[in-house]
């Protein structure tokens, strides 16, 4: 189980420097149609357009990576004072809450991806590209991150009806439980 963990945090360490390396070429992009403008001469254009598929796309692979690197917002005053028990029980509900809002989300962008892919469906700006395209990037950051997160929690699940408390903890806790 604890194989998967660490297999799953290497890829996503790979992901997130994918993602580092896409969001500074497209800040070179931005900076560079910014610059142009500001010295009157052609710019390349739609960098605006771009750049907010960038986001949509990095965000969603992100996911995975604030998941396994135990990124993700917690609110932790009440949790801490409670037994093991109660926090391992947290822990799970947490995870496989994430498991079953990821599949959800993949499901119903399936959906929209398929309706566009079908329809032919293009953005209305200036560039009009086909929306299939972001949307493809979009989409298979909600699969990985479906992925990761069911696999986390079916881990989390093994490792509490196990107790194995502590691993637990490590898998899902915060920086402040191990």
Same mark, same amino acid.
């Given at each position: 189980m604890?194989?998967a963990i660490s297999?799953?945090?290497?890829i996503n360490?790979y ?9 500074l070429?497209?800040a070179?992009?931005?900076l560079?149609?910014i ?5 009157s ?9 771009l750049?907010g598929y ?6 969603a692979w992100?996911? @995975?990576?604030?998941?396994t690197?135990? %990124?993700? =917002?917690?609110?932790?005053m009440? !949790?801490? *004072?409670?037994?093991?028990?109660? +926090?391992d ?7 496989s809450t ?5 599949t959800?989300?993949t ?6 991806l ?22 493809v990037?979009?989409?298979s950051g909600?699969?990985?991150? @479906?992925?990761t997160?069911?696999?986390? %929690?079916? =881990?989390?699940m093994?490792?509490f !009806?196990? *107790?194995?408390?502590?691993e637990? +903890? ?9």
């Amino acid at each position: 189980m604890l194989r998967a963990i660490s297999l799953l945090r290497t890829i996503n360490r790979y992901v997130a420097l994918t993602c580092g390396v896409v969001l500074l070429i497209t800040a070179a992009f931005v900076l560079s149609e910014i610059s142009l403008r500001g010295l009157s001469l052609p710019n390349l254009g739609g960098a605006d357009e771009l750049s907010g598929y960038i986001m949509a796309g990095v965000t969603a692979w992100g996911l @995975s990576v604030a998941l396994t690197e135990r %990124a993700h =917002i917690r609110i932790e005053m009440a !949790v801490t *004072r409670l037994r093991s028990f109660w +926090r391992d029980v947290i822990d799970v509900v947490v995870l496989s809450t994430f498991a079953a809002i990821a599949t959800t989300v993949t499901v119903y962008g399936w959906r929209v991806l398929s309706k566009s892919i079908h329809s032919a469906s293009r953005a209305n700006t200036p560039l009009e590209t086909p929306l299939w395209i972001p949307q493809v990037f979009w989409w298979s950051g909600w699969i990985w991150f @479906s992925t990761t997160s069911c696999l986390i %929690a079916i =881990i989390a699940m093994g490792l509490f !009806v196990a *107790r194995r408390s502590e691993e637990l +903890r490590n898998l899902a806790g915060t920086e402040e439980d191990t």
